[in-house]
């Protein structure tokens, strides 16, 4: 029971990676507020899990795109909770497309869903944290592709690089009020915002050999560690960032 009477916000938790960690994140005592967008049935799903474990659920239906949704939900969050100790930013998109002929359409929704959003939830979290008094945990789900390039993906990495470096920034400024900001860069996890692009069975064989350790990671995998991260174990942790890959980024040959 790591997060025992926390209260962690999670944005893009109704499928995924965001799904996983607002239930690993109520398996360890914690009261969870949801983000999400245009998602009935599965935020349904992950309410009654998080509600069966004995905890609580708060439901904000709202675009991180839209700089409003960031105080309604962190508002709303704290009120219905009893406050905001953790945030997590892990809200995403990534629509595969060439470089040549982008659409300005697909590259502004990416930046504004994966980099504004994350900049405008985060602000407004801290500046909840700020007015409890200070302390908490802000989580941002960046990716290894904030380290590497990725032909298919040029709208996509800038924003996750700009998330990892937002962690590293707001590290420094929030530190003097006990908030400890890191971020976690997962490797390939099967999710739906890949499936189209894994079941092509080649290029899952290839990246599973990838992989050190020889499988696809879960969104499991990363909820464990943002769990970690947000818990008192990592109180002297911030600025950091966390693969959570199995070996893939080292894994060069």
């Not at 360890?28 to 245009?38: E, Q, S």
């Not at 909840?128 to 709208?155: N, R, Y």
């Not at 890949?194 to 290029?203: F, M």
């Amino acid at each position: 029971m790591l997060l025992e009477g926390q209260k962690v916000l999670i944005t893009g938790a109704s499928r995924g990676i965001g799904r996983a960690t607002a239930i690993m994140c109520a398996r360890h005592g914690a009261d969870v507020g949801l983000n999400v967008y245009k998602d009935p049935d599965a935020t349904a799903d992950v309410v009654a899990e998080i509600e069966a474990l004995g905890r609580k659920a708060f439901v904000y239906d709202g675009d991180v795109a839209d700089a409003t949704s960031a105080p309604a939900f962190v508002k709303g969050a704290a009120a219905a909770l009893g406050g905001v100790t953790a945030f997590v930013s892990n809200a995403g998109i990534c629509p595969f497309h060439s470089f040549l002929d982008m659409p300005q359409d697909v590259f502004l929704r990416t930046l504004n869903v994966n980099y504004t959003g994350a900049y405008y939830m985060c602000q407004a979290a801290a500046n909840q944290m700020v007015e409890q008094g200070g302390g908490g945990s802000i989580i941002a789900v960046s990716s290894i592709s904030a380290l590497v390039g990725g032909e298919m993906q040029t709208h996509y990495t800038p924003t996750k690089a700009g998330v990892h470096s937002l962690m590293q920034s707001t590290a420094i400024a929030l530190g003097r009020y006990g908030i400890r900001c890191n971020s976690v860069m997962p490797g390939t996890v099967a999710t739906d915002i890949n499936k189209d692009d894994l079941a092509d069975p080649a290029k899952r064989e290839y990246m599973e050999k990838r992989i050190p350790l020889g499988r696809m990671g879960h969104p499991d995998d990363i909820a464990k560690v943002v769990v970690f991260l947000a818990s008192d174990l990592s109180s002297y942790v911030t600025g950091a960032s966390v693969l959570t890959d199995g070996g893939m980024f080292v894994n060069l040959q």
